[in-house]
C-alpha cells in the first residue's frame, strides 16, 4: 500500500536525501510554502488534501477538512494552534492520528532547566558581568 506523505518542514539537503531514501516507495510530495521555522504556521495548501500523512506544521483547518488525512505529526513539540476541541473530536471520529515530537526535546529541555539552575544558584552571570566591568571581587 503505497501512502502520500505531504511536507511543508525545509531541511538540509542530507536530512532531505534521508526523508527521500526513509520514504521510498511512497509518494512523498513537499509543500511549495516549505519553512524551517516550526513557528510558522502552515499556508493552505491543494496538495494537502491529496495527503495520507503531514508531516510538519499543516495549516489547521485544512488538516480537519481532509477526510483522507489520517496522521498528522508536527516537528514541534507545541500544539497550540492545533489545540481545539473542534480539532480533537474531529480527528477521533474519523479515527485519525496527531502526535507532535515532544520527546526529541525532553532530555535537551531537562539538561538546559537543571544548567540554568546552576547558573543561578552560583550567580554565574553576575560574576561575569563583573568580570567584564570592574574585575573586582564582590
Known sequence: MSLTIWTNAKFS????KMLIDGTRGHQLVFSAHASASVLDAGKNDPDLAKADIAFGQPDAAQC???QKLKWVEVTSAGYTRYDTLEFREGF???GAM???VSEVFADPCAQHVLAMMLAFGRRLLPSYR?????RSWH
Not at 130 to 134: A, N, S, T, V, Y
Open 13 to 16: 539537503d542530507d536530512i532531505t
Open 64 to 66: 480537519l477538512a481532509s
Open 130 to 134: 563583573d568580570q567584564l566591568q570592574d
Open 98 to 100: 496527531f502526535s507532535n
Open 92 to 94: 477521533r471520529s474519523r
